[in-house]
């Protein structure tokens, strides 16, 4: 059973950092992995995409300096690592892939199949 699953959210004071995991089950994540979020109120916005080859698509040009992804295959979990965090990132956040594509999209949302649960990001001011 194909399953991906976030973790890593949480509180954190404007300015701070978390590092969000996504680990996949039933394939292998040699696969490019989108990342989106989802504010109150607010449609789901497609931030970023990562290759295998660790080369990464933004859609959102407020995160390309503070959020990263990486890799750890032989956890076969992929990571984004969010930095100087405002509270107009609070969201939940999903991490995506598009079945067993390796190439990002040119639209952000193009072609997700597979989700994860999401993961709550709260920045407080």
């Known amino acids: 059973q194909v399953q991906l699953v976030e973790s890593g959210g949480g509180l954190v004071q404007v300015g701070g950092s978390l590092t969000l995991s996504c680990v996949a089950s039933?394939?292998?994540?040699?696969?490019?992995v989108g990342w989106f979020r989802q504010a109150p109120g607010k449609e789901r916005e497609g931030m970023l995409c990562?290759?295998?080859?660790?080369?990464?698509?933004y859609y959102v040009e407020s995160v390309k300096d503070r959020f990263t992804t990486s890799r750890d295959n032989n956890k076969n979990t992929v990571y984004l690592h969010l930095k100087n965090l405002k509270p107009e990132d609070t969201a939940v956040y999903y991490c995506?892939?598009?079945?067993?594509?390796?190439?990002?999209?040119?639209?952000?949302?193009?072609?997700?199949?597979?989700w994860g649960q999401g993961t709550q990001v709260t920045v407080s001011s």
């Open positions: 990562g290759s295998p080859d660790d080369y990464t698509t």
């Open positions: 039933g394939f292998t994540l040699d696969t490019a």
């Open positions: 995506a892939t598009r079945g067993t594509s390796r190439r990002c999209p040119a639209l952000a949302s193009a072609g997700y199949a597979w």
